[in-house]
């Protein structure tokens, strides 16, 4: 596996753990992120700090990339000291980033006009998913890059999907989020319900988790909201962000999307009062002032 020499930019909550992996699997990786103390764990592991997105240009052959916004993918593949400028022939860029499908479709086309690759591959699964390699993977781009990554991937990731052209992964995942805004305020509001009813919320989280009512944001973040837990396996922000892309691109496709919609604006509410860091449970504060 470690014939090649990957490059991974991003260290947070999700990329730190995909790098893990990566290095456990016996990779030479060189990182890069732009506050270096969040890859000092890393860098005790084994990964190769460079001081920029250039340097690992220069020196990798397959590039990860797990950034934040749609603007941090930009600067990171497109600013100064960036990924493409200097991109050669034969090189893969894979951006796992939730980002922007017309964006994916911009890289694409500049990585091949360099004689490189260009992959969008966002995940699902979140910092749990990371953790234990369990992500499911959306790609889009060219079928023999996807090939090229399948190896990496399958150390990251668990279920991995070749969804079709640049920009597919995006859309693919862009979907997926809108599935997660219909059930994570559908699971909120059914546990405010629960609650002012009087009923135990751990066992009515066990009772319908294994019924027709069972979702993924009800077994795993149920759990979290009885604990009072609101630290960020994703961010608010984060999803705030993936939930505008997706309107974005259901506008480009006269396609009306009120539900998701009504939930980005249940967010921003929360992200306003102060919680825009917290993960996306947290929405489970409106509906129940005894959590502020």
């Avoid at 922007?100 to 490189?116: E, F, Q």
């Avoid at 609650?195 to 019924?211: N, P, V």
């Avoid at 979290?224 to 994703?234: L, M, S």
Wanted: contains cysteine.
């Amino acid at each position: 596996m470690a014939d090649k020499v990957l490059g991974f930019i991003g260290t947070g909550v999700m990329g730190s753990s995909m790098i893990g992996h990566l290095l456990d699997a016996g990779n030479e990786v060189h990182i890069y992120n732009r506050s270096p103390e969040k890859a000092a764990a890393l860098i005790a592991k084994g990964a190769i700090w460079e001081d920029s997105p250039a340097d690992i240009t220069s020196k990798c052959s397959v590039v990860f990339t797990m950034v934040g916004f749609p603007y941090d993918v930009e600067e990171v593949y497109l600013g100064r000291k960036g990924l493409l400028p200097e991109a050669k022939e034969g090189q893969l860029f894979v951006d796992m980033t939730t980002s922007s499908p017309k964006l994916a479709k911009r890289l694409y086309t500049i990585a091949k006009r360099r004689g490189a690759g260009m992959l969008d591959a966002p995940v699902t699964g979140g910092d749990r998913g990371a953790r234990e390699a369990t992500l499911t993977i959306f790609a889009g781009g060219d079928k023999p890059d996807f090939e090229a990554a399948l190896p990496y991937f399958k150390i990251m990731g668990r279920v991995i999907k070749y969804m079709g052209a640049a920009g597919s992964g995006q859309n693919a995942k862009l979907a997926n989020q809108i599935v997660i805004a219909g059930t994570m305020t559908g699971m909120c509001e059914a546990l405010a319900f629960a609650k002012a009813c009087g009923l135990d919320l751990s066992e009515f989280i066990e009772a319908a988790g294994g019924g027709s009512a069972a979702t993924w944001s009800l077994n795993n973040y149920g759990p979290r909201i009885v604990k009072g837990d609101f630290a960020p396996g994703f961010f608010i922000k984060h999803f705030i962000k993936d939930m505008k892309l997706a309107e974005e691109a259901a506008d480009e496709l006269e396609l009306d999307l009120p539900a998701l919609t009504v939930t980005r604006e249940l967010y921003e509410e929360v992200a306003e009062g102060g919680y825009a860091d917290n993960g996306t449970q947290a929405l489970y504060r409106l509906y129940d002032p005894e959590e502020e």
